[in-house]
């Protein structure tokens, strides 16, 4: 690579920071203008308002615990989702059967508002835990739908070779359904790492566990404290984002290559040619 074009990627780098600052400062403009003109801080308060509130929040020793729980919920329910999914999409791809009887829970868990899952959980399980089960009914479906899509994607060919030249299952599974499900796994990961966060903070609004930012909003709520209820926002957002951004680096390193050069690719042209 040469300068040049080190300087032109440099460039181009330096331009979309710049880009987006510029974007980020807009709206933070806008922000202020509209708190200036309401004039009440318990209906919108100012940048500096929710800056000294968010001050505040980093202070205290329990705002560190509320973080690392709700965080804690958000990991292990991604975890489970796609645990179970992953392993009830493959019972689905080997056993039609299994398709059909999961079809109908599948698409009514998908449909059904997050809420009216929240509201009955809280029914059935401690307040700790309604978040984590909460966030997995609403995430399941999607790493569930996704990993079938892969799988029922995985090439007939490729198949064909790993049993004519007699592939082990490991070897099966590692050079052919892996590849073929990475793409639908990562895009189900991004997917999920957003709705993670909206799914457990909704539940911890409505089931206010001991540790949680979902208690804090809601206490910011009752005590009227618009600007701490603000920093409690602004510090969830950022912290979904962050997920985001490492689960989508994180995929992008599991991305598997093609199969050229392989034996597997080797092997699906002499299948090929010979027919």
């Known amino acids: 690579m040469n300068y040049t074009t080190k300087n032109k990627k440099l460039n181009s780098r330096n331009y979309k920071i710049a880009k987006s600052v510029a974007v980020v400062a807009f709206w933070i403009a806008i922000w202020q203008l509209l708190a200036i003109v309401v004039g009440n801080s318990l209906l919108l308060p100012t940048l500096s308002e929710t800056v000294m509130a968010l001050g505040t929040l980093v202070k205290k020793q329990s705002f560190y615990m509320d973080v690392c729980w709700t965080l804690f919920r958000c990991i292990l329910s991604i975890v489970l989702s796609f645990g179970v999914g992953i392993c009830l999409a493959w019972a689905a791809y080997k056993k039609e059967l299994f398709k059909n009887l999961l079809t109908l829970p599948v698409s009514f868990f998908k449909a059904v508002p997050v809420m009216a899952i929240v509201i009955y959980v809280i029914l059935l399980v401690e307040s700790d835990w309604v978040a984590v089960v909460?966030?997995?009914?609403?995430?399941?479906?999607?790493?569930?739908?996704?990993?079938?899509?892969?799988?029922?994607?995985?090439?007939?060919?490729?198949?064909?070779?790993?049993?004519?030249?007699?592939?082990?299952?490991?070897?099966?599974?590692?050079?052919?359904?892996?590849?073929?499900?990475?793409?639908?796994?990562?895009?189900?990961?991004?997917?999920?790492?957003?709705?993670?966060?909206?799914?457990?903070?909704?539940?911890?609004?409505?089931?206010?566990?001991?540790?949680?930012?979902?208690?804090?909003?809601?206490?910011a709520k009752y005590y009227l404290e618009t600007p701490t209820l603000f920093a409690y926002i602004i510090v969830i957002v950022a912290m979904s984002l962050v997920m985001e951004k490492v689960i989508a680096l994180a995929t992008s390193k599991l991305t598997i290559k093609n199969y050229e050069g392989s034996r597997v690719n080797r092997g699906e042209r002499q299948v090929t040619n010979g027919r």
């Open 134 to 219: 909460a966030c997995f009914l609403m995430c399941f479906p999607i790493a569930y739908t996704n990993i079938l899509s892969g799988l029922a994607e995985t090439s007939k060919e490729l198949l064909e070779v790993a049993n004519v030249y007699k592939f082990s299952k490991v070897d099966t599974v590692k050079l052919i359904y892996i590849p073929s499900v990475m793409p639908h796994f990562n895009a189900a990961m991004r997917i999920v790492a957003g709705l993670s966060w909206k799914a457990v903070v909704a539940a911890e609004v409505l089931s206010v566990p001991e540790f949680s930012l979902g208690q804090g909003m809601i206490s």
